[in-house]
């Protein structure tokens, strides 16, 4: 006997066999067992979804010696015939090849004539958006009134290219993507009928891959079992896509963890070697943060039992977390703007390095600190500054916030004292703008000593004090004041007021003057008083000027 393919030989034969699509079949199996059927319905959705193997189930539903019934017996003639695709009374019509009037006509001409066996005559018009327009006019007056024992079933990827004289003439159900979840379920159940081993990763890998097609991961299954020869093993399944394992991103991560450009330019090499798709290792390391994440912020996650993810977990903060994830997902963005694949790569990793906490913004060679000190920022001016898609430097916490005056490695030199008689006014100089004229928008201006400039932040805006931050506001004020200048922030209470305050408290003077004008307005009180019209507040602006 021929070998059947997976795809084939697993294709569901009842509605209780399908995956993912629930809602559709609860609509249709009520359908069919309240005897409210209508006569055209159109099945859209992405590829290998089970668009066709629903509408042969619904096929079978309505010819089943049995029936009609949401549940056909799958043992009569009608049935078996059905789903081996013997049924005479089922037309199924590829109409990517079949776009012409005339293959139109002949269906029109052929729906006249009552059923050979079943009690049903089903048109299953697959990829219908294929049509030309002179066969959707010539099949308009049939789908609308077709002849009591004609059913049409229209499938389609694509709904938007269906005139609107088709669409309204269907009951339309849009199938879903299958989450990974559901094509892996499916998978393991497979495997454990067909008495294959496998092993958790190697299905995980294939169900990314299949992208939501439960048809194109059963065939992605099929030639893993054949590359694997007849076992499903994950260094054969990424060898086969030509994908990266887990151990090795893990790996990675590792490396930048413990802040080790040594050994991490060494496992690239390594992994440089399988030629993989650079954009899927980049995926791949975005989604153990992710899991990394869960399980430093969530009590119960699914990789409970993973000892080396627990261990990552405790390692790295989670800000840092973040950072990294930011940044790899932006590099995956703008890798087809690389020079090379591996040369995105590369610099995304780089960048993790040069921004990690105390990294200085220089790669280091060989460290292998598992915890770099989170107060230690050198100066980073030989550093250009970070692209906007970069996120912002990592906060510093409040602990490390008392020792910030030697931040700024300025001249020591004694220097006649810092005098600033405006802090507002030195920072409509400075023009500062970004997350640096945040920092400064945000602090209170609290004294001077020397050329030392004493700052104030309140703990809701601590997230703005980083090193890189605090060095680029030192930098643009000695700039304007033409001298060295060092920041020392300090946390302030929650009372003072920051420029931003003094803005906010102005922008509310401001509006509510705006609405005291206009409910003072002879106009406005009329509108109130003879139609019993009321202001909203929040439709109020003043004025600029």
């Known amino acids: 006997m021929s070998y059947q393919v997976l795809a084939r030989k697993w294709r569901p034969r009842q509605f209780s066999e399908l995956v993912g699509q629930e809602h559709v079949v609860r609509a249709l199996s009520h359908a069919l067992d309240g005897g409210r059927i209508h006569h055209a319905f159109l099945?859209?959705?992405?590829?290998?979804?089970?668009?066709?193997?629903?509408?042969?189930?619904?096929?079978?539903?309505?010819?089943?010696?049995?029936?009609?019934?949401?549940?056909?017996?799958?043992?009569?003639?009608?049935?078996?015939?059905?789903?081996?695709?013997?049924?005479?009374?089922?037309?199924?019509?590829?109409?990517?090849?079949?776009?012409?009037?005339?293959?139109?006509?002949?269906?029109?001409?052929?729906?006249?004539?009552?059923?050979?066996?079943?009690?049903?005559?089903?048109?299953?018009?697959?990829?219908?958006?294929?049509?030309?327009?002179?066969?959707?006019?010539?099949?308009?007056?049939?789908?609308?009134?077709?002849?009591?024992?004609?059913?049409?079933?229209?499938?389609?990827?694509?709904?938007?290219?269906?005139?609107?004289?088709?669409?309204?003439?269907?009951?339309?159900?849009?199938?879903?993507?299958?989450?990974?979840?559901?094509?892996?379920?499916?998978?393991?159940?497979?495997?454990?009928?067909?008495?294959?081993?496998?092993?958790?990763?190697?299905?995980?890998?294939?169900?990314?891959?299949?992208?939501?097609?439960?048809r194109d991961g059963l065939s992605l299954l099929d030639q893993a079992i054949a590359h694997g020869g007849g076992s499903l093993v994950a260094a054969d399944v990424h060898s086969m896509l030509g994908t990266v394992e887990r151990a090795r991103v893990r790996i990675l991560l590792e490396a930048l963890v413990a802040n080790d450009s040594s050994r991490l330019f060494d496992e690239i090499e390594r992994i440089a070697e399988f030629a993989p798709d650079f954009a899927q290792v980049l995926d791949e390391l975005a989604g153990l943060l992710h899991r990394i994440q869960l399980r430093q912020l969530l009590a119960n996650t699914a990789d409970q039992d993973d000892a080396g993810l627990a261990g990552l977990a405790a390692r790295i903060d989670p800000r840092e977390v973040q950072l990294y994830y930011q940044i790899a997902i932006t590099a995956r963005r703008d890798l087809p703007l690389a020079p090379t694949p591996r040369v995105g790569f590369e610099m995304a990793l780089l960048r993790m390095l040069a921004f990690a906490p105390g990294s200085g913004g220089s790669v280091p060679t060989g460290r292998t600190n598992a915890s770099p000190p989170v107060a230690a920022a050198p100066a980073r001016s030989a550093m250009p500054t970070p692209p906007a898609a970069t996120p912002p430097p990592r906060a510093v916490p409040p602990a490390a916030m008392s020792a910030r005056d030697d931040r700024i490695a300025e001249p020591s030199a004694p220097i006649g004292p810092l005098v600033v008689d405006s802090w507002q006014a030195l920072l409509d100089r400075a023009e500062l703008g970004g997350p640096v004229g945040q920092l400064a928008l945000h602090s209170v201006l609290l004294g001077t000593e020397g050329n030392l400039l004493r700052l104030g932040v309140k703990s809701a805006h601590e997230h703005f004090v980083a090193p890189a931050l605090i060095e680029q506001l030192g930098k643009r004020l000695g700039e304007v004041l033409d001298r060295p200048v060092r920041i020392k922030i300090e946390r302030v209470a929650n009372g003072a007021e920051s420029p931003a305050d003094a803005r906010a408290r102005a922008s509310a003077s401001r509006q509510q003057d705006a609405h005291a004008g206009l409910q003072a307005d002879p106009a406005v009180q009329s509108l109130i008083e003879t139609f019993g019209a009321r202001l909203i507040s929040d439709s109020v602006r003043p004025l600029e000027n």
Do not use: W
């Open 43 to 214: 099945f859209t959705g992405t590829r290998g979804v089970g668009k066709t193997t629903i509408a042969r189930i619904f096929a079978k539903s309505l010819n089943c010696e049995k029936g009609p019934t949401s549940r056909p017996c799958g043992v009569c003639s009608i049935c078996t015939e059905i789903d081996s695709g013997r049924f005479v009374d089922l037309l199924e019509i590829d109409a990517a090849s079949n776009t012409g009037i005339d293959n139109v006509r002949d269906l029109i001409d052929n729906a006249q004539y009552t059923p050979a066996r079943g009690r049903h005559k089903v048109y299953l018009i697959d990829e219908v958006h294929m049509l030309s327009k002179a066969a959707f006019n010539a099949l308009l007056k049939t789908l609308e009134e077709p002849p009591a024992h004609v059913k049409f079933l229209l499938a389609t990827t694509d709904p938007q290219k269906l005139p609107i004289t088709v669409l309204s003439r269907c009951i339309k159900f849009n199938l879903k993507r299958l989450t990974g979840e559901q094509i892996v379920g499916q998978m393991r159940h497979i495997l454990a009928a067909e008495a294959i081993p496998f092993d958790d990763e190697a299905i995980e890998v294939l169900s990314r891959a299949a992208d939501g097609s439960l």
